[in-house]
């Protein structure tokens, strides 16, 4: 499988804030924009993995900052490392009026989806990431130690096999 860069699956999706989308103080509800932020994912790794992905994980979301009944959000989602049969999507969420001012950054969080084989549904491989940027570059590094405390915290990994994260401590 051919490797693919970073901009061949980034997936920019926005969206209006409704009455609807609310709570009573007005403010988009946490559910809400959790699920747009993993269609927004699920899309950018279903076009790196081109196949079906489902979502497996969801690493540590908070709400940096309160998004507001019509305000415009743009949820940004690009694939930070590709795995065996996975890939880990940063999502991050940005805010702005209607007039495209206040425009402010919100929230992000990891995503892990696993491609899927239509028939079966079982995990299939995934092309390998190709990161070009500096930025692109470190949040490729950082996935790994990501990876490794997930799979410690769901159990599948213990404490003292994890070799990403002490190797990232030791050098500290």
């Known amino acids: 499988m051919k490797e693919k860069k970073v901009s061949e699956s980034k997936t920019i999706m926005t969206e209006m804030i409704m009455p609807n989308d609310t709570n009573p103080l007005g403010n988009l509800m946490g559910g809400n924009l959790l699920r747009w932020m993993d269609i927004a994912g699920g899309i950018c790794a279903g076009k790196h993995c081109e196949a079906h992905i489902v979502t497996v994980s969801v ?10 009944v019509g305000d415009v959000i743009t949820l940004e989602a690009s694939i930070t490392r590709a795995f065996n049969t996975s890939v880990e999507v940063n999502v991050e969420v940005f805010a702005a009026d209607i007039k495209g001012g206040a425009n402010r950054r ?3 969080a990891y995503f892990t989806f696993v491609a899927v084989n239509d028939e079966t549904k079982k995990p299939v491989p995934v092309p390998q990431l190709l990161p070009l940027t500096r930025t ?4 490729f590094e950082g996935a790994a130690r990501r990876r490794e405390l997930r799979l410690i915290l769901n159990g599948r990994l213990k404490p003292s096999e994890a070799n990403e994260i002490k190797t990232y401590f030791a050098e500290q």
């Open 136 to 139: 692109e570059q470190t949040l």
């Open 106 to 108: 919100c929230n992000n």
């Open 59 to 68: 690493d540590h979301v908070s709400f940096e900052k309160p998004i507001h």
